[in-house]
């Protein structure tokens, strides 16, 4: 019997299955112990069997039909999933077409929208390294003048008038780094990463990179951007948008 087939009787009528594999089961050790007999013969051990005999043999016989019946269900799933996948693809093609046509490429060629993750660097010299001044909390927290303004400006009124730091607080300076965390061919598809992956980075930011010299970038902006679609006969290549016209 094939599995596709054991499948759909279990699904449909599993008692008789289980029964059927309990009587087969049964026969096949009898046979291996060098027993001559039939499915009849069989039955009969069964209906002779004690409940306590039974019901281990059962319970691995429900055991084997549980595990067959979920991987065959799964590679169906996973086949149904992967058509409805491919299904998608036409209509992701030419949205993603379409988004590369039509966005805004902020006046660069070949554009690599790369979402970039703030790296704050503390601890210089606000004199020696000119650099911009930040107050670190004992609990680990800062305060600059961009992201709390009047905190910022009482804690430095403080220092101004006292010459020293206020209890648990230290005045230091920082530097920001931007570290690339993706590269993205839109905009709207690095915005996305923002909003869903946000709680899992620090401050993050969307920084326009170009691909000017870099033709492994440029061949895939021409594919999704019409020219897959075209080679397989769906459609014409896009035009370029007048700012990749005006920088290519």
């Not at 503390?122 to 000119?130: I, K, L, N, T, W």
């Amino acid at each position: 019997m094939e599995l596709s087939t054991l499948v759909a009787r279990c699904i449909a009528d599993r008692p008789a299955v289980e029964q059927q594999l309990f009587t087969a089961f049964v026969l096949a050790v009898a046979r291996a112990d060098g027993l001559e007999g039939t499915e009849e013969d069989a039955r009969k051990s069964i209906a002779d069997m004690t409940e306590a005999e039974r019901k281990p043999i059962l319970a691995g016989v429900r055991a084997v039909l549980t595990e067959i019946i979920g991987t065959e269900l799964d590679a169906d799933r996973l086949k149904s999933a992967a058509v409805h996948e491919a299904q998608r693809w036409p209509s992701l093609l030419a949205s993603l077409e379409e988004e590369l046509r039509t966005q805004d490429n902020r006046i660069t060629s070949d554009p690599i929208f790369m979402v970039q993750e703030r790296c704050r660097l503390h601890g210089f010299d606000v004199v020696q390294c000119e650099t911009p001044v930040a107050w670190i909390h004992t609990d680990g927290d800062d305060v600059t003048e961009a992201s709390e303004p009047e905190k910022f400006k009482e804690l430095e009124a403080y220092y101004d008038q006292h010459c020293k730091e206020p209890e648990d607080w230290t005045r230091t300076g920082y530097i920001d780094r931007w570290e690339n965390v993706q590269p993205f061919l839109t905009e709207k598809a690095a915005d996305e990463y923002i909003r869903l992956n946000h709680h899992r980075h620090k401050k993050l930011r969307t920084y326009v990179e170009s691909g000017y010299r870099n033709p492994e970038w440029q061949l895939l902006r021409r594919l999704f951007g019409g020219e897959l679609r075209a080679l397989i006969g769906h459609a014409e290549p896009a035009a370029p948008t007048t700012s990749e016209a005006t920088n290519g």
